[in-house]
């Protein structure tokens, strides 16, 4: 019989050898998820390509890898779910396919590993278990009844002595990894590394490529017509195609290659070969004679001249002029294709131009290097922000433009001009007295929820995951939501809530299931304390790039737990305050009395039976049973060692952002999450999950 997924849950556990049979990925998928996440008992996954070598030149056939998962099996000492087979019997022959089947039949008759084996409807054999017992006696499982039809995956295999690898897998490890855990399709090069023999037992689907002339065919569009010998010596001196002096260059260069966008790049990979000086001749034939790359190579250029005149040399004389913008936007495209041998020279030029106004340098720094942002952040930072950031960097440095935008509140008008005034002077590594004085006399408004609270609601949802970025305060949260619009990515729901004090981890751990909480962005914390290179002393507009770049991680984690979560949660353990280190080194601030030395400079233990001072914050630490004193805005108390950035309690330290951000695509506006949204919201996802 065939059972739908919620019957054979029912049944699901067990220590015997099995075959699952699934009808389609998405019944596998689920299945999956309920083996390792709803079992009553503990398993663990095994997926094929774990049983191979990486770099192996063949690929195993059933009777050599199938000891190999066996020992993987018993060596898990818990009962085994096994994937990745349909991808594994999709790269391998009809009888060798058999011979699985047949290996597979005997450990299921043994029954003496604790094993469930994934296997597609499509890819099983069922010729090996006719008797009726298999299917009684549950070794054999069918579940679900929607089929799917997938074409079989192409395989191409290849030498890397002809092809660059890329991105392509380059063993069969990465090939199984790169098919699918279930039954796979679509198009994949392998690139061997040393794959240079027929593999005998491969399927029709796989083609291995090992001829000069197919290879030249395949990979680079050249006629067969021209012999092993010539394509061999193209492929080897010029991987392009075509015999003449022209047909050479163009093939070499390929004519996608000869723009204004990737000419640069390809002259310097070229830089050693003798006939550089016909590719700098045959890219001024081709290219717009009124662009910048023509600028550059109006003067005689050498493979170790171009890079500088191209970066340095050619942009100052064109700095100001007519088509300075048209100029700088191309010569940033290209500039993005190279490598970091770009960076020293990018230096050269904005030390020369450092003594030119914002209006003509803004528009030549927009390649997006590290380097450039520091000296946006520089620039901004001299410039007058009490108006916000100026309207020629925006484009130049987005994350800068997102941290300082004032697009986005924070459901409280003072709490959102406090942080958007924090934001400028934190750019501008300044504070002032007034600022000083409103960190002291700001109060967190009762309208806040506690982060844990709001997480131990969504923590119910076994497909929500958590992504912990330590040490973002609320002040990111306007870069959070920016960066998500920028993205494309959906937000369900997001606020800024309150976490305990003292405003430090060990008193801010978060509680979740191991299994969804994604591993964590310690980044933005790091620079906090130690500058962009740990134990370096960097400038302050090092560091905001060095913060800001992190978010870029942040996002892609976002991004990729989405493909396996339905929700992604994104806080923080506290946040952090920079300008109490500033407010500390411009003696803005002061250090309470303390009768000996406490914890930290940001917080100690209550002296008992003593009346807290206005300067301080009590709180209450029910587990430890303990009180502790936390200092208000930015004073500090006697602690030996440098100012602490978190501890205390300013708004900065204390409130992090909570942004639920979602597969599913939002219609509505992100609506602020308090105590009703969240129990919404965990109603809807416990629906949802039914």
Known sequence: MTYTLNDYYEIADSTSARVEVYSNNSTATALLAHHLQSSSAEMAEINVCECIDNNSPTLPMPTALMPILDSKILAANKRVVVTGIDSYLSLIAEKDRKAFMTALHSRIDDDKMNVAYLISKNKFDVSSFTNPKYENSLQIVYIGNEGQYLTEPSVSVVSSKWVRQGDNPTDWNYLLKALDQFEPTGDFTVVLSNGTKIQAGLSENVTQITDIVSIAQRFYRLPASLGETVLEKLMVECRKDDVTVRNLLVSRFVAENATLRLAVKRLLELRTDELWPAYVWYIKQVIDSDSYLAKVLLESVTADSLLRRYICTAAIEVLNGENAQKFAKERAAAIKELGDETVTLINEFISAVKPQVEIVVARWLNCG??????EIVRRVAESDLTVGLPLLWRNSYPLLS?????????????LTTYFRDYRRLRVANTVTEEFVKKAYDSVLPNSFTLRDSVLRELSVDSNTALLIVDGMGAEYYPLLLALAKRHSLN???????????????????????KDRLLDPVHGVDNVSHNGAEKFESNSPEENIVATLSKFETVVKRIANALQKYKRVVVTADHGSSRLAVIAHEKELNKTLPWNSEPLSCRYGIA?????????????????KNITYWVVRGYNRLPKKGAMSVHGGATLEERLVPVVVFTATKVEQETKPIDKKSVEQLAEKMGFDDI
């Open 607 to 623: 002296p008992t039976n003593v009346q807290p001072p206005s300067e301080v914050e009590s709180y209450y630490n029910a587990d």
């Open 369 to 374: 290097k590290e380097v450039e942002n520091i």
């Open 491 to 513: 937000i369900e729901a997001a606020t800024v809530a309150t976490i305990h004090l003292p405003s430090s981890t060990k008193y801010n751990e978060i509680t979740w299931n």
């Open 402 to 414: 997102d941290y300082l935008s004032d697009g986005y509140n924070y459901s409280d008008r003072d």
